[in-house]
């Protein structure tokens, strides 16, 4: 089993940045692909970036080049560097983890954080 914790949610202008973290625990040796999700209300669950425990990073086209994913394997730690939000970056962020070699991990997910961006 793993447990994922996300912290680093709040409030943010719009154009601001903001960093989100999510920390691993259990059988992290499993773990071979984390990413995060976003959804905003009303809508589904949308993925936004997701790497590899070889250090693979990909992104959905809506954070391309304002994003940046990335992680501290002596820390269990996943990052989300999060660059010129808008109000459609709205959403709770969750971070996802799987034991597969999914672009997409679903294995394990945490309990979300919530990121709101004011224009």
């Known amino acids: 089993q793993v447990q994922l914790v996300e912290s680093g949610g709040g409030l943010v202008q719009a154009g601001g940045s903001l960093t989100l973290s999510c920390v691993a625990s259990?059988?992290?040796?499993?773990?071979?692909?984390m990413g995060w999700y976003r959804q905003a209300p009303g809508k589904q669950r949308e993925w936004v970036a997701s790497?590899?425990?070889?250090?693979?990073?990909i992104y959905a086209d809506s954070v391309k080049g304002r994003f940046t994913v990335s992680g501290d394997n002596a820390k269990n730690t996943m990052f989300l560097q999060m660059n010129s939000l808008n109000s459609e970056d709205t959403a709770v962020y969750y971070c996802a983890a799987d034991t597969n070699a999914k672009l997409r991990p679903a294995d394990y997910w945490g309990q979300g954080t919530q990121v709101t961006v004011s224009s």
């Open positions: 259990g059988s992290v040796f499993s773990i071979n692909v």
């Open positions: 790497i590899t425990s070889r250090g693979i990073k």
